[in-house]
């Protein structure tokens, strides 16, 4: 599983530092329950962009929204930088497995 640390906007030049922070974070975050979503909804102001994620299902029941999250804008390109590395790496992962179908 691959994971990410951000304290704010600090930067941790130290490796290790970094991968003890992981090392205490992760656990904790793991204890929060995560909520399946496949829909979202974006808005965005010039200083907060709120995201608010949801669940799509077949009529009558349509998008059930179930949490929302505001963020400064530099929060949200780091986030975005992030994902976007993130799914480059698990791409880039399941390519051998492509090749060898």
Known sequence: MRSYCQKGREIMSDES???EELRKDYPITREIPATYVNNFFVTGS???????FGESADEPV?????????MPLDDARELVRVV???IAEIDQDKAPEKEQK
């Open 62 to 70: 349509g998008t059930k929204y179930r949490v929302a999250v505001a």
């Open 46 to 52: 010039p200083v907060i962009i709120r995201i608010v």
């Open 84 to 86: 976007s590395e993130m």
């Open 17 to 19: 530092a970094y991968e």
